[in-house]
């Protein structure tokens, strides 16, 4: 639990960042209340937010910053298994910027005392424009939280005046050491930009990863329809050939026993003649019904085509929908809410998951096994006899993310 000491010696409070902006501040009792569970936040559900933890001294100036990372769920409430010691890693932070105080503790994805705790950080950007630390500093300078100043208390020392030519030299000799002090601390500030530097380096290439996962999955789908498609269509060639083979022997059949008739065969070839006509009729019947049929078939897309670009009847729902620009919204696990446009109504209500894993870049099946994961996040094993496990686990929130086989069951079934 984070807490907030308002004695003399400082005080906390916790910044939610947006895009290098303040988005939210609060002290820490109230965020402390966040983690308990007693209030959520809506506008954050679902939501992995970049936060700071920042301690100040009584004279409401930076000691020192911790950059951490929270999930807040589908409620707007903060992950119950969040449990990162920011307090403790604040006091045991690097040196980091001068922020009006000195040198402060500072704690980051780069620059973290205690590396399990790596991933759940994150580090601030430095560039020109979008300086973390700057829009930091002047959050706590406007002093929105109201926190009380603490004045520091002058004491009257008696000073023992040397003379001035050995002041004068004194003067001189500190400025060696502040100048060093400077570099020393420009040496820091450096290092950490680059750090932080190769951290947004690495975040870009594992988005980049990413989206080159999903691209191979939607891929790999698509080639998975194709190759079903041409199975399909390979089967129907074989049985076809099949069928035309069979027809070439019975043509040679019959023609072999034509080449060898004799003359009481020469008698039966009125009867013959007739049976060629009556299958000559079917054939030809058969060849019309084929005819019509693909006559019926153009006619119904057609129909199809202009049913869907038919304007729907006046003063009907859909005729006020599309004079009045009215657009349906949707929303589904793993895609959110979904704007519809006209032209996806009709799309969208003959198969709304289909729609939906189509939005998420997955096939149906592939989205409905996740679905039924992300719906009741329990072990899927069965042992011999036919019962499952159901043994609660991790819910995996993101369909392109989710592994069948092994995000669905738990530590023990999956190895």
């Known amino acids: 639990m984070v807490s907030a000491d308002q004695a003399t010696d400082g005080y906390s409070a916790v910044f939610f960042m947006e895009e290098g902006r303040i988005?939210?501040?609060?002290?820490?009792?109230e965020f402390g209340a966040f983690l308990d569970g007693y209030v959520g936040l809506s506008d954050l559900a679902e939501t992995d937010v970049k936060a700071v933890l920042i301690e100040l001294g009584g004279d409401l100036l930076v000691r020192s910053l911790v950059f951490f990372r929270?999930?807040?769920?589908?409620?707007?409430?903060?992950?119950?298994?969040?449990?990162?010691?920011?307090?403790?890693?604040?006091?045991?932070g690097a040196k980091g910027?001068?922020?009006?105080?000195?040198?402060?503790?500072?704690?980051?994805?780069?620059?973290?005392?205690?590396?399990?705790?790596?991933?759940?950080?994150?580090?601030?950007?430095?560039?020109?424009?979008?300086?973390?630390?700057?829009?930091?500093?002047?959050?706590?300078e406007s002093n929105t939280l109201r926190f009380q100043k603490v004045e520091p208390v002058e004491e009257e020392i008696p000073v023992l005046k040397a003379k001035e030519e050995p002041a004068k030299e004194k003067d001189d000799d500190s400025q060696s050491p502040a100048d060093r002090a400077r570099l020393a601390q420009l040496i820091r500030e450096q290092r950490l930009r680059i750090k932080t530097l190769q951290s947004v380096h690495r975040d870009s290439l594992a988005d980049l990863q990413r989206e080159h996962r999903n691209e191979m999955q939607s891929l790999r789908s698509e080639m998975a329809e194709l190759e079903q498609k041409y199975e399909r269509q390979r089967l129907t060639s074989e049985q076809?050939?099949?069928?035309?083979?069979?027809?070439?022997?019975?043509?040679?059949?019959?023609?072999?026993?034509?080449?060898?008739?004799?003359?009481e065969k020469k008698r039966d070839d009125a009867n013959v003649g007739a049976e060629l006509v009556l299958l000559r009729e079917q054939l030809e019947r058969k060849q019309r019904e084929l005819e019509m049929r693909d006559e019926k078939i153009v006619s119904l897309e057609e129909e199809n085509q202009e049913l869907r670009?038919?304007?729907?009847?006046?003063?009907?729902?859909?005729?006020?929908?599309?004079?009045?620009?009215?657009?349906?919204?949707?929303?589904?696990?793993?895609?959110?809410?979904?704007?519809?446009?006209?032209?996806?109504?009709?799309?969208?209500?003959?198969?709304p998951v289909a729609y939906a894993a189509d939005r998420c870049g997955m096939n149906e099946p592939a989205y409905r096994e996740w679905l039924e994961h992300y719906e009741n996040p329990v072990c899927r094993h069965t042992d011999e006899?036919?019962?499952?496990?159901?043994?609660?686990?991790?819910?995996?929130?993101?369909?392109?993310?989710?592994?069948?086989?092994?995000?669905?069951?738990?530590?023990?079934?999956?190895?």
């Open 70 to 92: 929270i999930w807040f769920d589908d409620e707007g409430r903060a992950d119950t298994s969040w449990n990162i010691p920011i307090e403790a890693l604040a006091k045991e």
């Open 240 to 263: 076809l050939k099949k069928r035309l083979s069979e027809r070439n022997e019975q043509y040679l059949s019959i023609q072999e026993q034509i080449g060898n008739v004799d003359e």
């Open 309 to 351: 670009h038919r304007e729907p009847p006046e003063n009907s729902i859909l005729d006020h929908l599309r004079k009045q620009s009215v657009f349906l919204v949707a929303y589904h696990a793993g895609v959110g809410h979904v704007t519809l446009p006209f032209e996806d109504i009709d799309t969208y209500f003959n198969n």
């Open 97 to 140: 910027p001068d922020m009006g105080a000195g040198p402060i503790r500072l704690v980051c994805r780069s620059q973290c005392p205690d590396p399990k705790y790596a991933n759940e950080l994150w580090d601030p950007d430095m560039t020109p424009g979008n300086n973390h630390f700057l829009a930091i500093r002047k959050a706590v």
């Open 385 to 415: 006899n036919g019962d499952p496990c159901a043994e609660p686990i991790m819910r995996v929130s993101q369909p392109t993310e989710f592994r069948p086989g092994v995000d669905d069951r738990c530590e023990q079934h999956q190895s």
């Open 23 to 29: 988005a939210r501040q609060m002290r820490a009792t």
